[in-house]
């Protein structure tokens, strides 16, 4: 069964280094998402993605997060100067043109130290 | 405030047992509704998602939505020690929005 993968499956970073985190979605999606889990918190939406183009974003997307799909498969988060408070799981979901249902995947858990 | 509230947890049944999950939203805007399952430091797994009012049965899973109480159920019959998890809800809080809102999430264990 397709599925949405990530990497790298944990990611280790300093204060005020960018980070890069990659996803795949499932082939024929054209919805692309990132979302973040603060440990014992919601799942909060950050952003959505459409014809190469942010279509939604959320409050916590400002300028210090960016998205891309730098090719047919690849989606890439990036933060650029990370913060404590940046420590969490990310998880990109997408979907296809279809249906509302976003498939997630296993998430990146991000450890800003 | 376009919010998704979910009860409270934890929640521990023997296996077997009926098991109720609920959420309300905050508001009748909200479209599309969804439970997610996930699994300690996994992902949210997609279990069932539904739009209109009424029942929508999937093996041992039923999802229940009522728009005139903005009240949404997921029941797990005979459950298992394998549905052990975190259930989340989420819906689209308006039409046209490509943002889901979740629940927090109710922390399950079925216990054999």
């Known amino acids: 069964e397709p599925e949405v993968t990530q990497t790298p499956s944990h990611q280790v970073t300093q204060m005020g280094q960018e980070v890069i985190l990659r996803c795949v979605p499932i082939?024929?999606?054209?919805?692309f998402y990132w979302y973040r889990q603060i440990l014992g918190q919601k799942v909060e939406f950050l952003v959505s993605?459409?014809?190469?183009?942010?279509?939604?974003k959320s409050e916590i997307f400002d300028d210090q997060f960016s998205v891309e799909r730098p090719d047919g498969s690849n989606f890439t988060l990036k933060i650029r100067s990370t913060k404590l408070e940046d420590s969490a799981m990310y998880f990109c979901?997408?979907?296809?043109?279809?249906?509302?249902?976003?498939?997630f995947g296993p998430g990146t858990r991000l450890t800003v130290t | 405030q376009k919010e998704v509230e979910q009860d409270p947890g934890p929640l521990s049944v023997p296996e077997g047992a009926i098991v109720s999950l609920n959420c309300t939203y905050s508001?009748?805007?909200?479209?599309?509704f969804m439970w997610y399952r996930q699994y300690s430091r996994k992902g949210p797994e997609l279990l069932m998602y539904t739009y209109s009012s009424g029942n929508k049965e999937d093996g041992r899973f039923t999802a229940q939505v009522d728009k005139s109480s903005k009240y949404i159920s997921l029941f797990i019959r005979d459950s298992q020690p394998s549905d052990s998890a975190t259930y989340l809800c989420a819906s689209y809080p308006r039409g046209g929005s490509e943002k889901l809102v979740f629940g927090k999430g109710m922390k399950l264990t079925v216990n054999p």
């Open positions: 979901a997408s979907r296809d043109r279809e249906g509302y249902e976003q498939y």
């Open positions: 082939s024929n999606h054209l919805y």
């Open positions: 993605f459409y014809n190469n183009e942010i279509s939604e």
């Open positions: 508001n009748s805007a909200f479209q599309y």
